[in-house]
């Protein structure tokens, strides 16, 4: 984060986690910021964040857990996607730009954030990795960016079942997410649906494409599961940049469950005011950490793919599926694709 992003967000949050002077000279907004981003950003514990700033380790805790809080509640309005019509089609016409996948309107996925066990939890959050974790489930749009994100799940439940049980997997079920209505692609006859891209974990339905079966794929299914994959990857992305700058995802978060999801809320608002803020600025280069190969195995302890599970396949979204993979083999055809699906096994 630069020192531009760092006023920026600065004078967003001070006026909330600014202490009244009664006895003693309270902690400045500024130093509570400072706490807080050291803590997330290096992964140190709060006992060694209390040395390094002088503050007793109950405070710092407090701090933690009170900035983030305030964080997630002045940058929840700005920086998530507000879903209307037209904030929809912005984002499939990025992801047709840029993945060149088009009608795509996000990619879900989700992550174990592995914690230290809760007492009295038994096996609530002890997910398949023999670890307790609570789950980031977050759907990315194609500049690696969250647009709407469910944290709180517990590590045993599979990501299907957390996606259908979220607040906005029960809208996209209910169709009160405003999603454009199908419509015919640019200077073509073929009519396609805004749908969703996401891997084999997530169940096949009218607004979520999954790959085909890996079974006797075809040419033709080898290459709608390729033009998938490029737009998936996205939220992939979106999860590494997430572990790689803030790398409290590095170790198990030793900290409460409320305090653990407040964390985690924070770190998904800051990563898409950073992201957004870049974007806007043309002179800042974006600022990413730089690690080795053994930090990218301390952060795969942190963040952990979900099991996949069974799903059922309805007649409609198995026709929705089967319209996306002729448009890919026919008139939406890219040049290196047939070389792609050729070389690999999709």
């Known amino acids: 984060m630069s020192h531009a992003i760092f006023e920026k967000l600065l004078n967003i949050i001070e006026p909330f986690i600014t202490k009244t002077h009664v006895v003693r000279t309270p902690i400045p907004a500024r130093t509570r910021l400072q706490v807080t981003l050291r803590y997330l950003s290096s992964g140190d514990s709060m006992v060694s964040i209390s040395y390094a ?38 984002v499939a016409e990025d992801f047709e730009r840029i993945c060149n996948f088009t009608h795509c309107i996000g990619a879900p996925d989700g992550k174990h954030v592995v914690i230290q066990a809760p007492p009295n939890s038994g096996s609530k959050y002890y997910n398949y990795k023999g670890q307790h974790s609570i789950v980031l489930l977050a759907i990315s749009d194609a500049h690696c960016c969250f647009s709407m994100v ?12 957390i996606f259908q049980n979220s607040e906005f997997g029960k809208r996209f079920g209910n169709g009160s997410l ?6 015919n692609i640019a200077n073509t006859n073929v009519t396609l649906p805004y749908v969703l891209v996401a891997d084999e974990a997530f169940q096949l339905t009218p607004y979520m494409m999954r790959p085909y079966p890996r079974k006797d794929l075809g040419i033709r299914k080898k290459v709608f599961n390729y033009r998938l994959s490029r737009a998936r990857r996205t939220v992939e992305c979106a999860f590494g940049l997430l572990a790689a700058r803030w790398r409290v995802y590095g170790k198990p978060i030793i900290a409460s469950v409320s305090t653990t999801r407040n964390i985690i809320k924070a770190t998904t608002a800051i990563h898409n005011f950073v992201m ?3 974007r806007e600025s043309i002179r800042m280069l974006p600022q990413y950490s730089r690690y080795t190969a053994q930090d990218r195995a301390i952060i795969s302890d942190g963040l952990r793919n979900i099991s996949r599970s069974v799903s059922s396949n309805s007649v409609q979204a198995v026709k929705i599926r089967d319209d996306f993979t002729d448009f890919f083999n026919n008139i939406g055809a890219m040049p290196w694709q047939w070389k792609k699906v050729l070389n690999n096994d999709f």
């Open 53 to 90: 700033f002088r503050i007793a380790h109950n405070t710092v805790s407090l701090i933690i857990n009170e900035t983030c809080e305030s964080i997630w509640n002045s940058l929840k309005h700005r920086v998530f996607l507000q879903p209307s019509s037209n904030n929809w089609e912005k």
């Open 150 to 161: 469910d944290i709180g799940g517990e590590g045993r439940q599979c990501d299907s079942t």
């Open 178 to 183: 405003n999603l454009p209505a199908a419509k």
């Open 276 to 278: 957004i803020s870049e």
